[in-house]
T-cell receptor, first 115, second 109 residues
């Protein structure tokens, strides 16, 4: 148990569906992250939030829409996805946004399959 | 280009053998983390090293941070099947995290 939870753990959706991934951290951290992990590829940083403000968006397609209503919760809203978006989506948190000797803690991930 | 390169990319060894995994960069990091990830799960933090030359031990795992804080190694003694997984290093430059390419380790009973 890392203090970061993600739901659902598994999700299968069609290309026309709309779904949301949820992440919650119980560590009192100020920064939260979304990563995409595809088979045999390095972790890809998608979004960074610090104190509920989006501070980074790494050229992610608009079919992915993040939301951070408070410092403990992070959502990733999905719509009209493509099969190549199938991957493990990981949420992480850290005390601050990579400040000093900060460390990230990860959730268990959501395995997404787009049909 | 990848800021952090890990080697080897894949490693398959017999139970009881020793191994070393490397994480190299030309950049300086204020801290470096090692994670282990099992299939379908998120990376689990093993250790954070912050001081150049620092050595940390976690049971049969020994982690070393390079003197210049640009590289790190993970040594496993007497590997066991439970050590199987993807080992990831991550460096913190002080304003951003970077992840390595990963080393996939399989320990055969």
């Amino acid at each position: 148990e890392t203090g970061v939870t993600q739901t659902p753990r598994h999700l299968v959706m069609g290309m026309t569906n709309k779904k949301s991934l949820k992440c919650e951290q119980h560590l009192g951290h100020n920064a939260m992250y979304w990563y995409k992990q595809s088979a045999k590829k390095p972790l890809e940083l998608m979004f960074v939030y610090s104190l509920e403000e989006r501070v980074e968006n790494n050229s992610v397609p608009s079919r992915f829409s993040p939301e951070c209503p408070n410092s403990s919760h992070l959502f990733l809203h999905l719509h009209t996805l493509q099969p190549e978006d199938s991957a493990l989506y990981l949420c992480a948190s850290s005390q601050d946004q990579a400040g000093g000797q900060d460390t990230q803690y990860f959730g268990p991930g959501t395995r997404l399959t787009v049909l | 280009t990848q800021l952090l390169e890990q080697s080897p990319q894949f490693l398959s060894i017999q139970e009881g053998e020793n191994l070393t995994v490397y994480c190299n960069s030309s950049s300086v990091f204020s801290s470096l983390q090692w994670y282990r990830q099992e299939p379908g799960e998120g990376p689990v933090l093993l250790v954070t090293v912050v001081t150049g030359g620092e050595v940390k031990k976690l049971k049969r795992l020994t982690f070393q941070f390079g003197d210049a804080r640009k590289d790190s190694s993970l040594h496993i003694t007497a590997a066991q099947p439970g050590d199987t997984g993807l080992y990831l290093c991550a460096g913190n430059t002080g304003n951003q995290f970077y992840f390595g390419t990963g080393t996939s380790l399989t320990v055969i009973p």
